[in-house]
Structures are given as C-alpha cells and as structure tokens.
C-alpha cells in the first residue's frame, strides 16, 4: 500500500508500505478514504519528545512508521471478537485505541486503559496516513459515521473537536463569565464556539495568525496577535482577567501566557502536547489561588455529547478544512502545515 512514512524530522514521504494483516481478534482492517494533520503531528514533524518520563524522543533513530491519528474509511475485514461493525461500514475512528480487554475498556472507558496507544507515533500501531490500517478494540475505537454529520464534521469528531469540549469543560465555565482562548488552530476554534454554546459572555481569542484571527472574530470572539498590549487589554475588557482560559497551542510562549490572563480564583485547563522544557510558575497558581486541569481527551466518550450539538446544527465547526490535498501531496502538505502558509488552518488529505 502507499502511506506517508516517517523517516526522519522533516521527511515525511509518501511511499510503499507492507500492508497491514488482521493479528487481532477484536480489530479490524479499514480501508482509509480521508485523513488530515493534528497540530500535534509537528512535533513528529520536527523530531520533538512525545510523552512523559520514558517517552519517544522523534530525533533520535526511531522504525519508519505510518504516521496519523485523524481518519476515516470503510471496513473492509473484521476479526471474530468484533461485534458492533461489519464489512462496507463507513466508520471514523478514534485517535487512540485500548486493548478492549482490560476493565476500563470493559465499562467504556478506554482512554483510561493502562495500554491505550495514539495512532501514528510508532510502528506497534501505525496511523492512518495510509490506504489501509489495522484497528484494536474496533466496537470502541471505531464509530458508524451517524446521520447528519458531513464528512469534515467526522474527521474532526477523530479528535479536534473531542479534545476542544474537554478542554472547554475542564474550565469549569459558566454562563455569564468571560473566557480567554490562547492557539486557534481548529482545536482553539471549536473552542470558540462552544464557549459561546455554554453562554460565555466575553470570549477572547489570541493567535499570531490574522486569518485565524479572522475566523474567531466571525463567530463572535473579542480577538488579539500576541504582544506587549495584549494582556493589558484582556485584563482591562473582562475587569481582571479571564475567569477561564483554555490553552490549544502547548507552545512555550501560549503556556507561558495563561497565568497573567486568568482573574484571581480562576481556572485554566491545557491540552496543547508541551515539550519537557515547559513549565508553569507554582507561585503565580498559588498566590492567585488559580484551579489548573491538563489531560488527555478520552474522545469515544464525547462523542454522545457532541453529535446532537452538530447534527441539531448548534455547533457547526465550518470552514476549518482551509486546504484540501491528495495524499500523494502529503510532504507538501506537512511543509505548509507547519510553515503556517497560506493561513492554512487545517487540511484535508483524500487517499486513494
């Protein structure tokens, strides 16, 4: 099959891969037709460090690999412990699989699986990048594509959109307070407007991007670049900063900015991917009495929450997908990506 392989920071090829085989009782092979790139993806991309103590330092002689957590596709051959799908269903699936064995995949909850694994960081699970993917723990990891919902609206259910409700929820925000967004990459986005849906009053939306700018200020954000003013101006608007801030970009600068917007009491949640050199000031948290939540989004579990928002039309998440390539195209793709060119936002890759 062809797929985008890793080979190196900065040397994502398109190339021949060996197909994948079904070892897995409880998996399917699924047959790809769209994928996209995560903003999480670069720090492949750039031969960063993924995960805590013991993690996978990507420039430092790592196995070629299919690279992608964003996906879906058709099923094309089931193991015997699948129960939920069958052969021609089309399906997204989740950035992550669990083992589908353990006692958290038995009640629902994979991403709490002490063996959950993301697509797309190693060759033990490789992405869907490719024409064709093995999938574990399938009746979890994979969803039936539901009535209503486009294909663009699927492929950001795979973990954008799943990953802005949990950062949004874990703000604690209520009707009637003010929010700052810090990385409007779709993430930050989808942030923005669910902000909104929970009845923020004041949403402020910060990127260096004007075109990323642009669309926060079309659903209704209060928007500002990064610079010196800009904490003066947050903090003049909502009368003593934020009571939330939601942090989408895990960059040291965005990090490094939270604290200073965020009113006395308040609470911010991370979910950008930082690097080890990353840190918080424990003073600024202590002294100003702030409420920190960070983690992982356990995506099958939004799920039920999201899809009546989108098939209602309450939440749209339009206009997200800025660049639409073939995946043939995928080295192009990841250059204009992470070069932030053309103000792309977010792309699309068909497959096949």
Request: charged share 20%; net charge negative; glycine share 14%.
């Amino acid at each position: 099959m062809k797929a985008l392989v890793f080979n190196g920071p900065r040397d994502i090829r398109f190339e021949d891969y060996k197909d994948p085989e079904l070892t897995i009782d409880n998996g399917v092979i699924l047959k790809v037709e769209k994928c996209s790139i995560c903003g999480s993806d670069l720090h492949i991309y750039h031969g960063d460090h993924i995960g805590g103590a013991g993690g996978t330092d990507y420039n430092s002689g790592v196995d070629k690999f299919c690279v992608g957590h964003e996906f879906m596709g058709e099923v094309v051959e089931t193991g015997r412990d699948v129960h939920g799908l069958k052969v021609g269903d089309r399906v997204l699936a989740a950035g992550g699989a669990g083992c589908g064995k353990c006692e958290a995949c038995r009640t629902g909850r994979s991403a709490s699986c002490r063996h959950a694994i993301a697509f797309g960081l190693s060759n033990i699970l490789n992405g869907g990048q490719a024409e064709l993917v093995q999938i574990p723990n399938a009746d979890q990891t994979l969803m039936t594509i539901p009535e209503g919902i486009t294909d663009d609206q699927a492929i950001l259910l795979t973990d954008a959109m799943a990953t802005a409700s949990f950062g949004i929820n874990n703000t604690g925000l209520r009707a009637g307070q003010s929010i700052a967004i810090v990385g409007l990459g779709p993430i930050g986005l989808i942030g923005v407007e669910l902000a909104f849906l929970l009845g923020a009053s004041q949403v402020f939306a910060i990127d260096p991007v004007e075109g990323r700018r642009e669309h926060a200020r079309k659903l209704g954000a209060t928007v500002f670049a990064p610079g010196p003013d800009t904490r003066g101006s947050i903090l003049e608007q909502s009368r003593g900063g934020g009571n939330c801030v939601f942090e989408a970009s895990g960059a040291k600068a965005a990090v490094k900015s939270v604290l200073p917007l965020t009113r006395l009491g308040g609470t911010v949640s991370f979910i950008g991917l930082p690097q080890p050199d990353v840190t918080l000031p424990l003073n600024q948290i202590l002294f100003k009495s702030i409420t920190v939540r960070a983690g992982v989004a356990p995506v099958p579990q939004l799920w039920p929450a999201l899809i009546p928002l989108l098939q209602q039309g309450r939440l749209k998440a339009e206009g997200l997908f800025s660049h639409v390539m073939d995946m043939s195209e995928g080295a192009e793709a990841y250059r204009v990506f992470d070069a932030r060119d053309d103000n792309v936002v977010k792309i699309m890759m068909n497959v096949g």
